[in-house]
């Protein structure tokens, strides 16, 4: 397991990146999310842990603005979820990579970076942005590729640079590292925790890989639509850090907390049922 030093603390900031308050959210006839309460820190890594089809892609959407039917409090960077104003400050990575096949690497960028940063004045800013994104997600030897004869794990890169052209001040990465071998993915944590701790940039990453929450600054692990661990009342908290879980359970991994956390759940509605 990697361990990284600290990051400096990020510069203070009067709210936090993310605040939910009775966040609920329903598909078709389910409600997926259930009454969420959560902050997320600026400048930190947190982590959206929990297994599959509870509920973390539906969060991200409706943090980003896609996700319809969603009631209660959430705010991102100051403003209600969805405001016009966010579109250029954050950043999301869909699970599924979406990338134009037939256009390299680089046509793949300018495009994109057309969109957001438009005008024949721009065009040495756009060139120097895709560059640097680039170069960010390590691409830089296959520019010139078109998108659809790289691997998956490459396409999913092209993905991640996309998202970084703007400089987002938020990034959301919906199961980013999925498919990748170990070094990628030790790589690719290497950037995010770069991209916080030279940037600033806040970053919200999904997983189902327990083992990567042991990289993340922050914690909030999710069942069947509700938070087992860091979601608080408290604004100031911001999710839960790895060693506050593993101590709290009596664990020594983020996993074996996660399934403590689980076993006592079920217990308690058991008891409650048999009142
Ligand atoms: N279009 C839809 N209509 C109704 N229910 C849906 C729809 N899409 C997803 N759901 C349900 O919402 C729940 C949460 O799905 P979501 O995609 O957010 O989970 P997830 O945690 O991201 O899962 P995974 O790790 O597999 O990506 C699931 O139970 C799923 O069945
Ligand atoms: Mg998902």
């Known amino acids: 397991m990697m361990n990284y030093e600290p990051d400096p603390p990020p510069p203070a900031a009067s709210t936090p990146a993310i605040h939910a308050d009775d966040l609920t959210v329903t598909r078709g ?40 039917k969603v009631t209660g409090t959430l705010d991102v960077l100051g403003h209600p979820a969805g405001h016009p104003t966010l579109r250029s400050r954050i950043g999301y990575v869909t699970q599924a990579p979406s990338v134009y096949d037939d256009l390299t690497v680089r046509q793949n960028l300018d495009y994109f970076a057309a969109i957001l940063d438009p005008g024949r004045a721009a065009a040495d800013r756009r060139h120097q942005h895709v560059t640097r994104a680039i170069a960010d997600v390590d691409l830089t030897r296959h ?30 990465l919906d199961e980013p590292t999925v498919g990748l071998d170990p070094v990628l993915r ?44 860091g979601g608080t009342s408290r604004p100031e908290a911001g999710g839960d850090t790895p060693d506050a879980l593993r101590t709290r359970t009596g664990t020594d991994t983020v996993e074996a907390a996660f399934l403590r956390l689980v076993d006592e759940a079920t217990a308690g509605r058991t008891k409650e049922s048999t009142r």
């Not at 297994?51 to 319809?68: D, E, F, H, N």
């Not at 010139?144 to 052209?165: F, I, Y």
């Not at 916080?196 to 999710?222: I, N």
């Open 143 to 172: 520019a010139d590729a078109l998108a659809g004869n790289l691997s998956g794990g490459q396409r999913g890169r092209v993905s991640l640079a996309v998202a970084l052209l703007g400089t987002p001040e938020l990034l959301v």
């Open 186 to 229: 030790r790589d690719l944590w290497q950037l995010f925790h770069d991209l916080a701790a030279t940037r600033g940039t806040t970053l919200l990453v999904s997983s189902h890989v327990m083992d990567e929450a042991e990289r993340c600054h922050r914690l909030l692990l999710m069942r069947e639509g509700e938070f087992l661990a």
């Open 29 to 68: 006839p389910r409600t997926v999310l259930h009454h969420l309460r959560f902050t997320v820190p600026r400048g930190r890594i947190t982590g959206l842990l929990g297994p599959s089809g509870c509920g973390k892609s539906t969060l991200m959407r409706a943090i980003v603005g896609t996700q319809a």
